[in-house]
Nanobody
């Protein structure tokens, strides 16, 4: 069983909204800092958002602040990313990630996340 499975990707028009979700199949979910990275074609993976173990602290890339919201549901073992006012440059494969050591403000580079999902594709049409 994959530890992190993303869903909810798809095609959306610029200005629209989309919610991607991550199902966490790890018994140590409560010990994980969770987050989202993305990778657009021809570009490096980049940090999008992260949330603390208890869900009280969140951290966002400057480019998505005010438009994206990360949330977690410990009862459902899910981590969601609500994306509003999407732009064509937000199109990418979005990866759910987790780490036991880092914090939401330090898990901002790909090497800072030790558990990765396979990703879900988000396409934004102009």
């Amino acid at each position: 069983q994959e530890p992190l499975v993303e869903s909810g990707g798809g095609l959306v028009q610029a200005g629209g909204s989309l919610r991607v979700s991550c199902q966490v199949s790890l018994h140590t979910f409560t010990n994980l800092v969770m987050g989202w990275f993305r990778q657009a074609p021809g570009k490096e993976r980049e940090f999008v958002a992260a949330i603390s173990r208890q869900g009280g602290i969140t951290h966002y890339a400057d480019s998505v602040k005010g438009r994206f919201t990360i949330s977690s549901d410990k009862a459902k073992n899910t981590v969601d990313l609500q994306m509003n006012r999407l732009k064509p440059e937000n199109a990418a494969v979005y990866y759910c990630v987790g780490d036991y050591q880092n914090t939401p403000t330090t898990m901002t580079y790909p090497g800072g996340a030790t558990v990765w999902g396979k990703g879900t594709l988000v396409t934004v049409s102009s």
